[in-house]
């Protein structure tokens, strides 16, 4: 198998309007490379974020992650809520491994970053406004008052462009907003019933939202767009295209600069980020709002060409063949809510979800990680605990491949975001939590084809809040009734043992006293339960050579250390116990056979783990066989016979595997 990188791609909102822009610009780089990318929107820390947005930024612990290759942050996304200093706190942990940050500096040691020279696009709006529509009062609407550096530079780059254009300083006015339609629109609308007038010939706003904004508000009062008002904003998001009128803009080329970002970071992986480029231009567009494109003409607008001459091109948008493709994601998102609405449970939503992903034809992949029980996450301003296990609970593939899982398939999610699975391959990925209110139940992993992020994103929180309500009231948590007093009561006899003489002192797990007594309740409970089980027995490899090389002290800690394995990849209604030197057996009520090789990883992965978490100057491993118990083989000494022997064959294996 080639070397997948795998590459993180942060932003802050998929509402913020360039950011798809930049996105399409970054996947179209790694297209034809072998990278796994994962785009996240990871909102705010703080409680006073929108709807809990903090939920969203505990996917940064997750993506703190031992196999991420490297980081590509949307750095202008988060600037417009937050300060420098404040993002670079917040990213200082990822920074240790490469990681670049879009057209801004975040001020961290060894990030780079690409830029971007708003100064020549200014100079040639201003130039056209002063030499071509005759404009000579100005307004320049700001976003100063979120701190953000992208404002104080377009700021400052249009105060040069005024100079170096004579336009009088006594004809510069400047109004402040937050980058926002709608305090936007408020402040213009406060400014004329103030004054009673507006008396500026254009108006050039630091983004396209506060020009679309500056626009409403005018219309309102009856000063017309671009008959009395020429308005010029920034960014060319897909709404200055469809506004009325069309609005002229300064493209800032995120497409490319997302392109020129992704470049940099993979020539970083090469150990080549001196050979790339990361200068980007600016270049305006002359549409219906500054009087260049006539009211009925709304697929066109002026440019210059490669050779600066100003021309004509056509619009990027496609017309009809849009309406029907938005139809088609509407009825996606309605037939969506209709099956999971129809789910009353955790395991119904879950059976439903194939289907319904089958239907959505730009998912090409979808994974569902949960954590074992539900985490509240209320205290916003303190780090989320992620939980040190996480389970696959159910993975689809467009190629037909989908599996239900057991809560067995666990991974650690701080060295891999997603487990090894043939199907999760290059490609575009979503990572999105599963929360609720204040609790968190784990994150899902979409793979996707198409370019429509803000829908992508809406498909994931329908399947999070029906997942996350799913399992508060599901038999996933409490299958049912009589499970659930099973695991009560083997919980509660579990926590007296030490009262009673049946624990191993060594381990301080169950004797083989213990385990058979506390192992045949367990089996006879289940199976009056309805649920059968398994009895599993399980024997260390090489635990002779460990004394003979390392000594008998050593040896204890290996065992110890084997013990704390089970009990670590065990339930609280397992039954886990050593039967004497180097053997151990285990109750596990409902566990099918068919997840006895996940399982087997799992205990080799936690081997691992404990290993160099104890000190061993070795890695541990064990041999383990499983037969089910059933009501027509119920007796625990004879299925600890039986598991002994298919355990047998496994320690075969493992030998063979050795002198080879």
């Not at 409680?47 to 993506?63: I, K, R, S």
């Not at 083989?512 to 045949?520: A, D, H």
């Amino acid at each position: 198998m080639d070397d997948v990188k795998t590459i993180v791609v942060l932003e802050q909102d998929l509402t913020v309007d360039y950011v798809g822009d930049a996105l399409d610009g970054i996947r179209d780089y790694y297209s034809d490379k072998n990278v796994k990318l994962i785009m996240t929107h990871t909102m705010l820390p703080g409680a006073e974020y929108l709807d809990l947005g903090y939920q969203y930024w505990t996917m940064m612990e997750v993506l703190d992650n031992e196999s991420v290759d490297g980081y590509i942050v949307i750095t202008g996304s988060y600037l417009s809520k937050l300060d420098r200093e404040e993002l670079a706190g917040y990213l200082k942990p990822l920074s240790r491994k490469p990681m670049v940050s879009m057209s801004v500096s975040i001020g961290l040691e060894g990030v780079f970053n690409t830029s971007i020279s708003c100064g020549t696009g200014y100079d040639d709006v201003v130039s056209h406004l002063v030499n071509i529509h005759g404009c000579k009062r100005f307004a320049f609407i700001s976003a100063n008052a979120t701190k953000s550096i992208e404002s104080f530079e377009r700021s400052q780059a249009f105060e040069k462009a005024c100079d170096r254009n004579g336009v009088l300083t006594e004809n510069r006015f400047y109004f402040d907003s937050f980058f926002t339609f709608g305090d936007t629109k408020r402040i213009i609308l406060e400014y004329i019933d103030s004054n009673k007038e507006f008396p500026f010939d254009a108006v050039v706003a630091a983004n396209d939202r506060m020009a679309l904004g500056c626009i409403s508000a005018l219309e309102e009062r009856g000063i017309r767009v671009p008959e009395d008002v020429k308005v010029v904003g920034y960014d060319n998001i897909r709404s200055a295209e469809t506004s009325t009128p069309t609005l002229s803009t300064i493209s800032q080329d995120l497409h490319g600069q997302g392109y020129t970002v992704a470049n940099l970071l993979y020539a970083m992986l090469q150990g080549k980020g001196q050979e790339v480029d990361t200068q980007s231009k600016v270049r305006p567009i002359y549409r219906q709002s500054c009087g260049c494109i006539s009211r009925e003409d709304t697929r066109h607008y002026l440019s210059s060409d490669p050779d600066g001459k100003l021309r004509e091109f056509s619009s990027s948008l496609t017309g009809i063949s849009d309406i029907i493709h938005s139809n088609e994601q509407f009825s996606s998102i309605y037939i969506l809510l209709g099956v999971l609405q129809n789910a009353d449970n955790y395991e119904s939503i879950v059976s439903r979800l194939p289907g319904i992903l089958e239907g959505i034809r730009e998912i090409d992949f979808f994974a569902l990680c949960l954590y074992q029980t539900a985490v509240e996450y209320v205290a916003s301003d303190e780090k989320f605990s992620l939980p040190s296990r996480v389970y696959l609970s159910l993975y689809w593939s467009r190629n037909g491949k989908s599996e239900s899982l057991e809560e067995y398939n666990s991974f650690n999610p701080k060295r891999e975001i997603i487990p090894y699975i043939e199907e999760c391959k290059a490609g575009s990925y979503f990572l999105h939590p599963i929360c609720y209110g204040n609790k968190q139940y784990g994150y899902m992993l979409l793979s996707f084809s198409g370019n429509n992020y803000l829908l992508y994103s809406i498909y994931m929180r329908i399947i999070s809040n029906f997942v996350s309500q799913g399992q508060d009231f599901s038999a996933q948590l409490n299958k049912n009734a009589e499970l659930d007093n099973l695991n009560k009561r083997l919980e509660t006899r579990n926590s007296d043992l030490s009262r009673l003489n049946i624990t191993d002192e060594l381990t301080g797990i169950l004797n083989r006293r213990g385990i058979q007594e506390y192992g045949q309740n367990a089996i006879d409970l289940s199976l009056n339960a309805g649920k059968n089980g398994l009895v599993l027995f399980a024997d260390m490899n090489g635990l002779k050579t460990i004394n003979d090389t390392f000594g008998h002290d050593m040896g204890d800690l290996a065992i110890q250390t084997q013990a704390e394995v089970l009990k670590l990849c065990s339930r609280g209604s397992d039954v886990v116990g050593r039967m004497s030197g180097d053997e151990f057996a285990m109750v596990a009520p409902g566990m099918p056979l068919s997840v006895m090789d996940s399982f087997r990883d799992r205990i080799k992965k936690t081997c691992e783990e404990m290993s160099r978490a104890n000190g061993l100057p070795f890695v541990i491993s064990i041999s383990m066989g499983a037969v089910e118990f059933t009501p027509e083989e119920r007796s625990i000494e004879k299925l600890i016979s039986l598991a002994d022997e298919e355990q047998y064959v496994q320690k075969r294996r493992y030998h063979q595997s050795q002198r080879e």
